[in-house]
C-alpha cells in the first residue's frame, strides 16, 4: 500500500499575508540570514517540497521576487486559515508544508524530520516540548485535514487552526531544540532572535 508520500504531494506554504501589528513593521522582509525572511523560508521549504508558493495579501504582489510562485489571499476566514484555505482552494489534491514568517531560528534539518515523520490523515505537525500542543502554522496540512476545517469552519465549530487540530489528533514532531520554534512577533523577540543567531 502506498504512504501518504507516495500518493499526495507536498507544497510549500509561505506565510506572509499577515499584518504585524506587534512587531511594528512587515515581519516578512525582516533580514535575519541576509535576506527577507519570507524569502529565507521559501528557500528552506524549496528544499523538501517539490513546489513552494509564497502565501501573499494581494498589495504585495508587486514585493515578490520574480518567477517565484504565489498564492494571493482569497479572504474568505480570518487569521491564518485564510492562507492555508487559499492555498488549499487553489490546490485541494495537495498536502501543504505550511511555515509562518516569523519562525527565523526554523531550519533545514527540522523540516527534513518532519517530512520524514509525515503519516497521518489530518496533519503532521511540530509541537513544543514544553506544550505538548501542535503548532498549526509549523505543520504538514494533508488535503483531508484542510476539506475538514472547511467543514468545521463553516458549521462555526471552530476558527482556530490549533485547536481543531488539537481536536483531530495530528501526529507530533518534537524538535531537538524547542527555539526552531520560536516567534518574533515583536522588538523583544527581535533582539533575542539575533542573540540566538550570534551564539551558534
Not at 525582516?30 to 521549504?45: A, C, D, F, S, T
Not at 508558493?53 to 485564510?82: C, M, T, V, W
Not at 534539518?109 to 489530518?122: C, G, H, I, P, W
Request: charged share 25%; proline share 6%.
Amino acid at each position: 500500500m502506498k504512504s501518504l508520500k507516495d500518493k499526495i504531494e507536498l507544497l510549500g506554504l509561505v506565510l506572509c499575508g499577515g499584518k504585524s501589528t506587534r512587531m511594528g513593521e512587515d515581519k516578512s522582509i525582516i533580514e535575519y540570514h541576509g535576506m527577507p525572511q519570507r524569502n529565507y523560508v521559501y528557500k528552506l521549504l524549496s528544499k523538501v517540497c517539490s513546489r513552494t508558493y509564497f502565501s501573499i495579501r494581494e498589495d504585495q504582489l508587486s514585493e515578490i521576487p520574480d518567477h517565484a510562485l504565489y498564492i494571493i489571499d482569497k479572504n474568505e476566514y480570518k487569521g491564518p486559515y485564510n492562507g492555508l484555505l487559499s492555498a488549499h482552494a487553489a490546490h485541494p489534491e495537495a498536502a501543504w508544508l505550511v511555515l509562518a514568517c516569523d519562525l527565523p531560528l526554523m531550519d533545514a534539518v527540522s523540516l527534513q524530520s518532519l517530512v520524514a515523520a509525515r503519516n497521518n490523515e489530518v496533519a503532521t505537525a511540530f509541537a513544543t516540548s514544553e506544550s505538548g500542543l501542535p503548532e498549526p502554522l509549523a505543520a504538514i496540512w494533508e488535503p483531508e485535514g484542510l476539506a475538514r476545517s472547511v467543514e468545521f469552519l463553516t458549521s462555526g465549530r471552530v476558527t482556530c487552526p490549533r485547536k481543531f487540530l488539537i481536536g483531530q489528533s495530528p501526529e507530533l514532531v518534537y524538535p531537538e531544540n524547542d527555539s526552531i520554534l520560536m516567534n518574533a512577533n515583536s522588538k523583544e523577540d527581535y533582539n533575542e532572535v539575533f542573540l540566538r543567531i550570534e551564539a551558534t
